[in-house]
């Protein structure tokens, strides 16, 4: 009988999914279930975007488009990262993707070789340590915890590299802490990799739209820096367009042109009518935009708000996405209807099946202490949610 390939078994399928598919299941068995497990905006894609989407089928985008992007769509990227970020970008230099996880993998298996050592900073996305891993390298991790309001430092870096070095991958607004780096952390950071030329970084900026701690700013804007970075966007958060699967890379030539050959071999272009959609959405009326972001961030004001009613929760304020990330050690160990809850994973089965509510282990982002919650819905439902949430902890003892 056939079976899978090794490749397949070494991939590690994605804890927010899986404990996304969970709840759907009970959901369908007729459960009340809330849902604060999955990383995506509850707004609909603004109007004019939908409507510029139409228009170009109308117009004739319906053929396949190059494997790189449209260039009218990588001349608006370009327009886009100069006007808001400072960076110099030729159309030449950016591939759009099918989301800005296809990006990641893209440029990853462009650069990492077999025995490659890539530097990820935990707590981290969840699906970074199996990109590595895909492509034959090897992931080392820093830790940056609650009290480090989950970054970490230039000096954690330096002691990290070695001579096996080959990329430091990491996001900024964090998935899963919400943390963001500011200019300082961010120069102290670059001032290390100084003394490396052979590291390079990719920068994961998806959350780039939901910052509630003043402008974004990029590793790549720093001296030096451009020519040793790939800048990974979308338009999946800031413009809840999570299901028109648009993510781009800016970057050097010769990443550019390596990731070309790589989404070549497994998707050729991507989705030409979304394309257009993202013209509108980067170049149009960005209101929508603003209107999301407050949103989060009275959302963010209102979770925290409750949270801090749980005891003995230690977290920090998030400044941007839209993610709480409690430390919950003080619970693990503890048992709960004679079951000794010693995991957060055991910790949030029992927070769904008990409570109806869906999070998020922090094992799969690093941080085996810490449990993700999404406030990516409205009101009403955080408030019914962590009021359940509450009730389940004060059952453990």
């Known amino acids: 009988m056939s079976s899978a390939s090794q490749r397949i078994s070494e ?46 089928m109308e117009a004739g985008y319906t053929h396949y488009p190059p494997v790189t992007g449209l260039l009218s769509f990588r001349e608006v990227i370009c327009r886009k990262l100069k006007n808001e970020n400072g960076l110099d970008y030729k159309p030449g230099e950016i591939i759009v993707s099918n989301g800005a996880k296809h990006s990641i993998i893209n440029a990853v298996l462009s650069i990492i070789s077999p025995g490659d050592e890539v530097i990820i900073p ?24 609650v009290e480090q309001q989950f970054k970490f430092t230039a000096n954690q870096l330096d002691k990290a590299i070695t001579p096996r070095t080959k990329l430091l991958l990491f996001s900024s607004p964090c998935n899963p802490s919400g943390a963001v780096f500011s200019h300082a952390e961010l120069k102290a950071i ?28 990029s590793i790549a804007s720093f001296p030096g820096m451009r020519d040793r970075t790939a800048v990974v966007n979308g338009l999946s958060k800031g413009y809840a367009m999570t299901g028109w699967r648009i993510g781009y890379l800016a970057g050097p030539t010769w990443l550019v042109s390596a990731c070309e050959k790589i989404q070549g071999l497994f998707t050729s272009g991507a989705n030409s009518i979304s394309q257009m959609a993202g013209i509108a959405a980067l170049e149009g009326n960005q209101q929508p935009v603003e209107e999301m972001r407050k949103a989060f961030l009275d959302r963010r004001n209102k979770i925290l708000e409750l949270v801090k009613t749980i005891p ?86």
């Open 122 to 145: 935990a707590p981290f996305w969840v699906s970074y340590p199996s990109m590595v891993s895909y492509a034959g390298g090897k992931s080392v991790f820093i830790k940056a915890d």
């Open 312 to 397: 003995e929760l230690k977290f920090d304020i998030p400044d941007g996405a839209f993610y709480v990330f409690p430390d919950v050690s003080c619970y693990l160990g503890k048992s709960t209807g004679g079951e000794k809850i010693d995991s957060v994973e055991k910790l949030c089965f029992y927070l769904l099946n008990e409570a109806g509510v869906a999070c998020v282990g922090g094992t799969a982002f690093g941080m085996p202490e810490c449990i993700r919650i999404s406030y990516a819905t409205d009101m009403i439902t955080i408030e019914k949610a962590v009021a359940r949430l509450k009730e389940a902890f004060e059952r453990i003892k």
């Open 190 to 217: 670059t001032e290390v990799l100084q003394k490396y030329p052979n590291v390079f970084v990719i920068s994961d900026e998806i959350y780039e739209k939901i910052n509630y701690c003043g402008p974004h700013v």
């Open 11 to 56: 991939i590690i399928e994605s804890e927010t999914l899986a404990m996304t598919k969970r709840a759907r299941e009970l959901k369908e068995q007729g459960k009340d279930i809330i849902s604060l497990s999955i990383g995506e905006p509850d707004f609909n894609t603004p109007d004019h975007i939908c409507k510029a989407a139409a228009e170009a």
